[in-house]
């Protein structure tokens, strides 16, 4: 396996939101060494297959598989067994499918000692009024936290949030789990491409995010090496 990517930044996750697997490698192609860890969310996995992933950790470089997994206990831990066998580093699981789902896949990942669990809370494209559409009786921060204690209860490494929830979730997970933030744009006229509570890289890092998540900001620029370069200066 080749890791030699020094310039990389494994705090800065690309997200390959692309529906064929040409495009995604003509993007990782350009960044070159500048990236070592990328998101494939469904979309890519259902387009490309698995072999992506194998293929981007046989080069070395970390996959963020952003599966947010929904589903009965034994189908979430064969999931997760599975990503951990592509060589993944990160999967995802809804939070909102509680406990149980959580701990079993919690437990799946223990086989993977490189696999860490991450507990969606409150998807970014989300607002107060989503969540009063079925039948939350709380705000965005709220229930984020709500899930949050669930997720550390049920032993996740760390959680999926907005980055304006991230100084909150520091708070309350302390220093060692991770906080991942997708969600994330380079300023105001850098479109939120969908996501209702974005912020700035820099933003996020001081509010205490572990991770980043950048997409189009990155992967639709005219420059994609000078887009991340932005990125990890903190936008």
């Known amino acids: 396996m080749n890791t030699d990517f020094p310039g990389a930044d494994r705090k800065v996750i690309v997200a390959l939101d692309f529906d064929d697997r040409r495009a995604a490698e ?4 350009l960044l070159g060494d500048a990236c070592g860890f990328y998101k494939i969310g469904l979309e890519l996995l259902t387009a490309a297959g698995p072999e992506l992933v194998r293929d981007l950790v046989e080069q070395g470089r970390e996959v963020f598989l952003d599966l947010k997994l929904f589903e009965i206990p034994n189908s979430v831990a064969g ?3 599975a990503a951990g066998a592509l060589g993944a ?12 789902i959580m701990a079993a896949a919690v437990e799946a990942a223990r086989e993977f000692p490189r696999l860490r669990v991450l507990a969606l809370t409150v998807v970014t494209s989300m607002t107060g009024r989503d969540l009063a559409d079925i039948g939350v009786d709380a705000d965005t921060e709220q229930q984020v936290l709500r899930l949050g204690r669930l997720a550390v209860g049920a032993g996740c490494d760390g959680v999926i949030a907005s980055p304006r929830e991230a100084g909150v979730l520091r708070e309350l997970l302390g220093p060692d789990r991770l906080i991942v933030t997708p969600g994330v744009t380079l300023g ?14 820099r933003a996020a890092f001081a509010a205490g995010a572990s991770h980043v998540v950048v997409g189009r900001s990155v992967a639709r620029a005219t420059d994609p090496v000078a887009a991340l370069r932005r990125v990890r200066v903190g936008g």
């Open 26 to 29: 003509e993007l990782v192609e």
């Open 89 to 100: 580093s990160m999967v995802t699981v809804h939070s909102m499918g509680g406990t149980g």
């Open 188 to 201: 105001p006229d850098d479109p939120a491409g969908g996501h209702a509570r974005p912020g700035t890289p």
């Open 79 to 81: 999931a997760v067994r």
